[in-house]
């Protein structure tokens, strides 16, 4: 006999390794118009998260798809939650990795910082220049920075600086496809 998908959703949520992973790392409060909301990951926002972690673990890297408002920000937030809350990402050399978040526009760069800010993310950075991306990175340890992918353009014939040879970044890059559109479309929207 079948089971009723809402008795394998319950199961899956109380198995004992399951359930003690979401109280740890998947409830977060958010501050919002005044007011502080606990929201709880999503099963997608929980099974994307975990295979994050296990695609670095095999020395991999992917792409996560999310469609508009599914909660990508919060995905970033409670995976980069789950990062600092381990000594050393498993599977990995990465000690308190610096989670560096690339986006392609000013209002979506804007957003996620945001919504790592309200739910409380220990130390934020918003990284506003090029000068200041290059002193972060210098001693990133730890860090959680976030920045447009503009930053990373050089002037007209330069070669761009290697900015970090750490191997202890992770980089999670929101909206990076656009960035290929044409020569410097980025979405065709503000940016810098």
């Not at 109280?23 to 099974?47: A, D, G, P, W």
């Not at 919060?74 to 610096?98: D, F, H, Q």
Request: with cysteine; proline share 3%; charged share 25%.
């Amino acid at each position: 006999q079948e089971l009723p998908s809402q008795d394998i959703l319950l199961y899956s949520l109380f198995s004992k390794q399951n359930f003690l992973d979401i109280l740890r790392s998947y409830i977060v409060f958010e501050t919002e118009n005044n007011s502080m909301h606990k929201k709880l990951c999503r099963y997608n926002q929980y099974i994307a998260s975990n295979k994050i972690l296990e695609r670095m673990a095999e020395g991999k890297g992917g792409v996560i798809w999310h469609t508009q408002g599914s909660g990508k920000s919060l995905t970033m937030t409670y995976t980069a939650l789950k990062i600092r809350r381990i000594e050393k990402v498993p599977g990995t050399s990465l000690e308190n990795p610096c989670v560096l978040i690339v986006t392609d526009r000013n209002d979506l760069d804007a957003q996620i910082s945001g919504t790592f800010k309200h739910c409380n993310f220990p130390n934020p950075v918003s990284v506003e220049s090029v000068e200041q991306l290059k002193a972060e990175l210098k001693n990133s340890t730890g860090k959680t920075l976030f920045t447009t992918i503009q930053k990373f353009t050089a002037k007209n014939g330069e070669t761009y600086p290697e900015l970090s040879s750490s191997e202890n970044i992770i980089v999670f890059a929101d909206e990076a496809h656009r960035s290929q559109y044409g020569k410097a479309g980025y979405g065709k929207a503000e940016y810098g």
